[in-house]
């Protein structure tokens, strides 16, 4: 288990046991209701106008944040996926230590790994998805070594320190010396601060491109910099926009003068020549003898190498030293962890809470560089904002509303940039890594704007979104009758709602000729709803009514007979499979926007409350995978909270560990630690576009959050909770709450939500059918 060793740093450990967590992607079994009892005191003032100061105190809730949680697991893909990296909320690029090639499927950090072959600047925004335009830079001593396989240098995890401020490391690249690397940055610029052991010759190597990728280097010896470019963009056979002008640009610029320089292409150098184009090129510099700190400021763009040295004078100008960086990126953490004070909790429960925080707080990533932004969908530079890793299969459900409370300033810019790409690549993004890749399935763009306007955001082109999701919902992507649209399938066009030409004629997308139809049946059905909710916002009253009619299409997938959702063939005929990520248990809950009607489809509440539990103690819940994210939270509409109350805790004390393999799936861009965000403060965006939460049980005594732009903090009371999950009665500003829903108003408006708790199940709210004694 991870330890605080000092102010804002979380130590790594030493070698994991390989044991004693739940299974990674398989199902994940729910396991004993925990009981949260240890009271910490408080740690920290509120609010934004304090930030610069409580991030230098040992105080802030930075301290409390463990990048190490989800950097390794049982499986060598499915479990958190996460890096110990350092740059600010939303950076466009983060830097992270190296220790392994990244690639689709694999990250460049694994604990575990025994060496680090370099510092890398990565635009990688999951696991499973590709990194586009990154650039390495790693320092050496004795001779230079610019192949990859070289040039790794042995560390302990011991010598290892991660916060979001930055990242330290003691290397030891001959007995008896130590060189130490220091890690900070901010949105777009990374910094370096060296250390090298005394009395010993020192150097450092900039790769651009690997194997198979031709880059460029130049060295300017009068500017102390390394430049050039990375145009490898690793999900590029995906999706139908190819970008052929698309590169990671880069401009590194060190605080000492060179001794000598040279390029190279793999393990061949060319030394003394400061230009060069190749495959797996590299440059590199030495340093006078008797170097010993070394400070290197590493740029990036996707605009150009001037621009890259425009971000470099603009965020970390030559003034600006390594501490002053650092200072300036921890506040903007402080800003945002900082409006969040528990009471209640436990060590490692603080621990996991600011990490998801701060997992959530990266993405979408910014991509726009200081007003201006290089769209990759039609290959040109454009003035605006713009921001990518957009994982929205994943992120409508939880993600999304988590930003909505913490990060409201950035919504209209975040709708903005899909519009943007709506006018430069025809359609909404599906799941945008820099641009469309055709991952996973459904508009669910849809849903996030249809959320952001429910909530009030109303900062972009109203009439524009309105186009674009009716576009969505009304016209089959290219090729809709003949292609097959299978995950990641290459050549295709933009997917969008692939089906949905079958759907608009049966109610139903086809099993036999469109990929994955089960789910999108389900999934249509429910981005119709949200598309109903932008056309009454936008005053399309008679569309609003076609597609709030239309959202009824699940029930086409409903079979009686077996009491499961099930996928049909264009002839009416029940299908097999057709689920993406799931099965037909999982799925049969995918109606997030009219569960009364689900409840009506299973035979009433008690009906299914009954399959529910069939449904749990059968092991079929998978909290690895978002499609179950939303499923304990259903028994509120059934009239059993009760059992809600009792099974979100049993999910986070099972799924949630302070602990590097703490993630039991995937992060995919703050999902998974949005669902424990809104599950311990006591309530879940079920059908997120509703503007609606559920209520759940809340994990600690206290917790008071200082909303950006709210007239005043929200106080979250729930006396007595660590050791009572069970809520007995709920009250906002005073006014009980006799159903378990609340509003965005109700969190945003400020007060007090009181929860009553207990220890025993409780008959509460208008809709609860009393628990049985037994508990």
Known sequence: MSVIV??????????????ARPALRGRATVGLLALLAVLIPPLATTGPAAATARSTSAQSNVNLVNPF????????????????STAPPFAMTRWS???????????????????ITGFIGTHQPAIWMGDSGYVVGMPGIGPVKTAEADRGLPYSHSDETSAPDRYTVDMHPAPGRTLRAELTATSRVGVLRVTYPRNTATNFVMQATRSGIAGNVHIDPARREISGYNPNRQDSDLGPFKAPGFKGYFVARFDTAFAGYGTAGGATQYDGQADRTDQNVSGYVRFPAGTVTVTVRIATSFISVDQARANLDEEVPDKQGFGTTAARTRAAWADKLDRVHIQGATADQLAIFYTAMFHA????????EHGRYYSAY?????????????????????????????APERIDDMVTSMLQDYRQGGWLPLWKNITETNIMEGTNADSVIAEDIVKGFHGFDLALAYRAVRKDAMTPPDDDTTLWYGDRQQGTPVEARAGLTTYLENGWVAADHTAEAGSRTLDFSYEDWAVAQVAKATGHTADAAYFLNRSANYKNLYNAATGFMQARNLDGSWADGAWTE?????YTNDVLHDVPGLIALKGGDASYSAWLDSYFAGGHNDQTNEPSHHVPYLYDYAGRPWRT???VRQIADANYHNAPDGLSGNEDCGQMSAWYLFSAMGFYPVNPASGQYVVGSPFFDKVTLDLPRA???????????????YVQALSVNGRSITKPFLSQRDLTGGGELAFTMNTAPQAWSATTTPPPTSG
């Not at 000092?6 to 044991?19: C, S």
């Not at 949680?69 to 110990?84: D, K, V």
């Open 582 to 586: 799931g099965d037909r248990w999982i």
């Open 361 to 368: 707080l990266q993405y979408p990533s910014e991509m726009s």
């Open 711 to 725: 007239r005043r903090p929200l106080v979250i009371s729930s006396p007595n909770a660590p050791s009572s999950p």
């Open 69 to 84: 949680i989800g950097t390794t697991g049982s499986s060598a893909t499915e479990y958190g996926g996460m890096l110990p």
């Open 97 to 115: 230590p190296m220790t392994r090639d990244n690639r689709v499927g694999r990250l460049p950090y694994h604990l575990g790994d025994p060496k």
């Open 645 to 647: 109350q009792q099974l």
């Open 378 to 406: 039609d290959d040109r530079v454009h003035n605006g904002v713009s921001y990518t890793g957009y994982s929205l299969w994943d992120t409508f459900r939880a993600e999304n509303a988590f930003l909505t409370l913490f």
């Open 6 to 19: 000092g102010p804002g740093a979380f130590r790594a450990p030493g070698p994991l046991p390989r044991a």
